[in-house]
């Protein structure tokens, strides 16, 4: 265990515009939700998420351009019993416009993660993560990722091994748990003994995948139990669930993943949102700008060469298709015009297709503004999460109406959560019997 970490800059983040405003009905989990600031190390309590085949160095400065981040993550860096090549490595630890930057490894190789850890700080990393969440079945077979969470021997002693060899910041992102998240507080406890200077949770298990609603009572319970910062993660829709998520759970700081694809101004909006100001709303024209700035960019990037620049072009469709599927979420008639966007196989014709569907729309038929005023989306809570307009409207066209008795029954049977719909604050002793399994993907 280490004893001697370069201290890095510890900049206080401005304390909540609305920190005192506690809701009605805030439960006793989430009483002591304000964390104490200076625990926090970045400008901004905000923080891009790591994914794979998205967070690129590309990506990354694109997103850093439009403000409001905290800290950049990378995708995971797969680190096997190899000796890591730190060329490689060196190669992710790219630092757009100042921007923090945290450079994701995962492995369960201790000497192997540890030797990451080094080179990855070396090359200039202001966080050295590990991945405990990843669910994919390849990854799970090796024993990485999200298996992690269930080998508490191996866990220490990659953790260990990693904290002796990383002189700066070291973090763990968590899940909940593998099959369930009865051990949830217990392995973010052994996290912190062993000396990680904060931990992410994903309140989801490893068996959810993606499925059903984030449980921020999970994040708010162990806000309560460690004394190290922790990351509230998952299904922060909209830029005023940030807040929310910050004022329910007493999290230092929100990360945020698929929602800064489906609203790329999302973090622009929280940063607005905490200096008390009008938000940015964005219409269709602005989605179309930022299709075409995204392409600039790509291509900017692998300017010096010209064949280059059109490998980046092509390597760009799966991403902008991506993107698509979300900044289309709006759209009438949605599945077609996601049906007509798989079938495109070029970016101009991807862009084209953007202007003709997207750019038409105001800002009041996007659902990208901060409040998410069509509510497409379900974010997450620590209170007990109610149904979407969309979901009601799904359940009630698929099961008769009257097997409902409220609109909490009715979200359990259109979801396979492992969210419990009541108020009560999240129990980790009775996670797996609360928490029923959702159907396996
Ligand atoms: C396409 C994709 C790739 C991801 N890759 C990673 C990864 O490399 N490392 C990681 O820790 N999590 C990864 N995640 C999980 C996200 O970081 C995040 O925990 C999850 O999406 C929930 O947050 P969100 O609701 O804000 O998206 C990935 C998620 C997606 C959708």
Redesign the pocket.
């Known amino acids: 265990m280490p004893t001697e970490r370069q201290s890095s800059e510890v900049i206080t983040r401005q304390p909540l515009a609305d920190a005192d405003a506690q809701p009605q009905g805030v439960r006793s989990v989430c009483s002591n939700a304000t964390p104490p600031v200076e625990s926090w190390r970045f400008a901004d309590a905000t923080v891009l998420?790591?994914?794979?085949?998205?967070t690129n160095p590309t990506f990354r400065r694109f997103m850093a351009e439009g403000g409001g981040i905290g800290l950049l993550c990378t995708?995971?860096i797969r680190i096997t019993q190899q000796a890591p090549c730190s060329k490689q490595i060196a190669r992710q630890v790219q630092r757009p416009l100042g921007v923090p930057l945290s450079v994701?490894v995962m492995g369960n190789d201790a000497t192997q993660m540890a030797e990451a850890a080094a080179i990855v700080s070396d090359a200039g990393a202001d966080v050295v993560d590990i991945?405990l969440?990843?669910p994919m079945p390849r990854v799970v077979r090796k024993g990485v990722g999200s298996a992690m969470l269930k080998d508490p021997v191996i866990l220490r002693r990659v953790l260990e091994q990693m904290r002796a060899k990383t002189p700066g910041l070291l973090s763990a992102?968590i899940r909940a748990g593998f099959d369930d998240a009865s051990g949830v507080i217990a392995t973010a406890k052994l996290i912190e003994a062993v000396g990680v200077d904060f931990i992410t949770v994903?309140p989801r298990r490893r068996c959810d995948f993606?499925q059903g609603v984030?449980d921020w009572r999970i994040i708010a319970t162990l806000v309560q139990e460690l004394n190290i910062p922790v990351i509230g993660?998952?299904?922060?829709w909209y830029a005023a669930d940030a807040l929310r998520m910050q004022r329910e759970t007493g999290c230092h700081a929100v990360?945020?993943?698929?929602?800064a694809l489906r609203n790329p101004w999302i973090f622009q909006q929280v940063e607005q949102l905490h200096r008390g100001l009008d938000p940015v709303a964005p219409d269709g024209a602005m989605v179309v700008d930022h299709l075409l700035a995204i392409k600039r960019c790509y291509e900017n990037g692998f300017a010096e060469r010209s064949s280059r620049k059109s490998k980046a072009a092509r390597n760009l469709i799966g991403p902008m298709k991506e993107l698509l599927h979300w900044l289309g979420r709006a759209v009438d008639d949605r599945r077609d015009f996601q049906r007509r966007v798989l079938r495109l196989g070029s970016v101009d014709e991807l862009l084209a297709e953007s202007e003709r569907t997207l750019c038409k729309l105001g800002s009041d038929q996007l659902d990208l503004d901060a409040f998410g005023s069509l509510g497409l989306e379900r974010s997450g809570s620590a209170l007990g999460i109610e149904p979407s307009a969309e979901t009601i409207a799904s359940a009630s066209s698929s099961v008769p109406p009257s097997s409902f008795s409220s609109a909490t029954e009715r979200r359990h049977a259109t979801s396979s959560s492992s969210t419990r719909f009541d108020a009560a604050p999240f129990d980790a002793a009775q996670s797996t019997s609360t928490h029923a399994p959702g159907p396996a993907p």
């Not at 998420?49 to 998205?54: Q, R, S």
């Not at 993660?233 to 922060?236: A, K, R």
């Not at 990360?255 to 929602?259: D, T, V, Y």
């Open positions: 998420a790591p994914m794979e085949g998205i995708e995971f994701q991945n969440g990843c992102k994903h993606y984030a993660n998952g299904d922060v990360m945020i993943g698929r929602p």
